[in-house]
């Protein structure tokens, strides 16, 4: 659980890091486009060795995988607290990615071949509360990092943490095992992988020249989106597949797996966005900045706990369908938001959003693998992951470029007659903006630089909101409705097999 904590907290400290990381002084000077690759690359390696990290497991033994997750972990932790520029940085999340790939999966098997009956369902409410202390704990550790010391100490931090867990591996845990190993998906990872990197790659691109017509923005989409549907083919002619298409034709398990893509989606988005209005619109320290974000953990918290009990009563459709349409109702909200906004109204804002989310995620994730049959819940579970991680790569990618193109849109007029190294600064990025502006004597530039951050927020909101409510519409359509679940009850079918 100590691991689970740590991966957690570092998805969460990057976001408050970002700012940082933008700043030509403070940071590496990365623009839009380094940033994005800066949290896509290490999702982007998650989502595609997580199925290869599970068959591993079964063949070698889950401590040994685990055990060398947590060092590929902790030494590319190291990397990154001591990049010297965007582009290491971004390789060094990559090989974090990757660490963490090969710890998730083992964590899992561990927990489920520990522990039994009502033991299991303990451990698992445990380790769902691991995922929300690192999530709330994560940005305030990095906003007391960030005012106290250099930016790398938010990575630095994991060293000690993973050497902790390590020793923990070798004294209390046995090397579970499967008896029948699965076999590995090279092709599949392979394939998957470059996919996903190509077209993450065209989306962040279009971002960087502000266009889509050029070929190096097109192409490297067209190859993404061939190299996706061939890995589709070749997973449907494999015997055991690492990620078998087939369970998204189950209507349930399909359905909700498209929702939950396009929640992980917007909220990779809107994440995205929180970080740079925070610490630049509104110029909050990083500590205050993730003082701010806790109400989303805190919603995140009390959402599940609280799904749980309503769909006893009610049904998952009547709770998550509702509860998805706030979620993307408080993405909307992003469109009000100003440079002088009431920290009042943005926390209310905040602790709505993570309860939505909270109420979506865990119940929906519970119920479509107990749709499946024992033998498929592994494959399941690849399945969900590999999707959720996919939604988050491509929130990153869109949502950043929407935003970029919209930003270098909305200052242009801002910049007649600038010189001209002063405008290709301010045109990267707020943050450039905001640094050119104060080494010039110009603040009029700072706030047309804010004005254009906070305009194209809005309309990437907007877009994110859709494509929220878009999730809402799939749930609505394909899970069962209340009437079936009671059914389903009365004939002594086990609830949760049909709630998904």
């Known amino acids: 659980m100590s691991c689970s904590v740590l991966i957690w907290l570092d998805n969460t400290v990057l976001s408050t890091t970002l700012e940082t990381l933008a700043d030509p002084v403070r940071g590496l000077g990365a623009d839009p486009g380094e940033l994005q690759w800066a949290t896509g690359s290490y999702t982007l390696a998650f989502a595609t060795l997580m199925f290869t990290a599970g068959a591993l497991g ?16 902790a030494g590319s932790s190291l990397w990154a607290a001591y990049a010297t520029d965007a582009g290491q ?36 409410g445990v380790f769902s509360t691991s995922a929300g202390v690192g999530m709330a704990a994560g940005p305030v550790l990095a906003g007391f990092l ?17 050497v902790v867990a390590f020793v923990g591996l070798a004294v209390l845990v046995p090397n579970f095992r499967s008896a029948t190993p699965r076999p590995l998906d090279f092709a599949g990872m392979a394939l998957s992988a470059g996919g996903l990197v190509a077209l993450a790659y065209g989306l962040i691109r279009a971002g960087q020249v502000a266009g889509w017509s050029r070929i190096d923005v097109w192409a490297p989409i067209v190859l993404g989106l061939i190299l996706l549907a061939v890995f589709v083919l070749v997973e449907l002619r494999a015997k055991v597949p690492g990620f078998d298409p087939r369970l998204l034709a189950r209507r349930a398990f399909g359905g909700g797996n498209v929702a939950l893509g396009l929640l992980l989606f917007a909220v990779a988005a809107i994440t995205f966005y929180t970080a740079f209005y925070l610490q630049g619109a509104l110029g909050f320290t990083p500590m205050k900045a993730g003082l701010a974000t806790v109400p989303t953990a805190l ?15 009610l049904s998952l459709r009547l709770v ?9 109702l408080t993405m909307a909200g992003y469109g009000f938001l100003g440079p002088h906004t009431p920290l ?10 993570g309860l939505s989310i909270g109420m979506v995620i865990g119940p929906v994730t519970a119920a479509l693998i107990g749709d499946l049959p024992l033998d498929q819940a592994g494959a399941g579970a690849a399945v969900t992951n590999t999707v959720r991680q996919t939604g988050s790569v491509l929130g990153i990618a869109v949502g950043g470029t929407i935003l970029s193109i919209v930003y270098r849109r909305a200052i242009e007029p801002s910049l007649a007659g600038a010189p001209g190294p002063v405008r290709d600064q301010a045109l990267i990025s707020a943050e450039q903006a905001r640094h050119v502006a104060a080494a010039i004597g110009e603040p009029a530039l700072a706030r047309a630089a804010d004005d254009a951050f906070v305009h194209a927020m809005h309309v990437g909101a907007g877009w994110i909101a859709l494509s929220t409510l878009l999730g809402a519409v799939v749930l609505l359509i394909t899970l069962p409705t209340g009437e079936k679940k009671k059914a389903a009850a009365e004939s002594g079918a086990p609830v949760s097999a049909r709630a998904g």
């Not at 079964?58 to 972990?73: E, I, Q």
């Not at 899992?108 to 520990?114: D, R, S």
């Open 58 to 73: 079964d063949r070698f033994g889950h401590r040994t995988v685990f055990s060398c997750g947590l060092a590929v972990f």
């Open 299 to 313: 919603g995140a918290l009390a959402g599940a706990p609280l799904a749980t009990r309503l769909v006893r009563r």
């Open 320 to 328: 998550t369908v509702p509860a998805l349409i706030m979620a993307a």
């Open 146 to 162: 960030l005012d106290h010391f250099r930016w790398g100490s938010v990575f630095l931090i994991n060293v000690p943490l993973s």
């Open 89 to 124: 940085l971004i390789a060094a999340r990559a090989v974090m990615g990757v660490g963490s790939a090969l710890i998730t999966p083992a964590m899992l098997a561990i927990l489920m071949w520990t522990f039994t009956g009502p033991a299991r369902a303990a451990a698992i």
């Open 344 to 353: 009042v109204w943005i926390e209310i804002l905040l602790l709505v959003q």
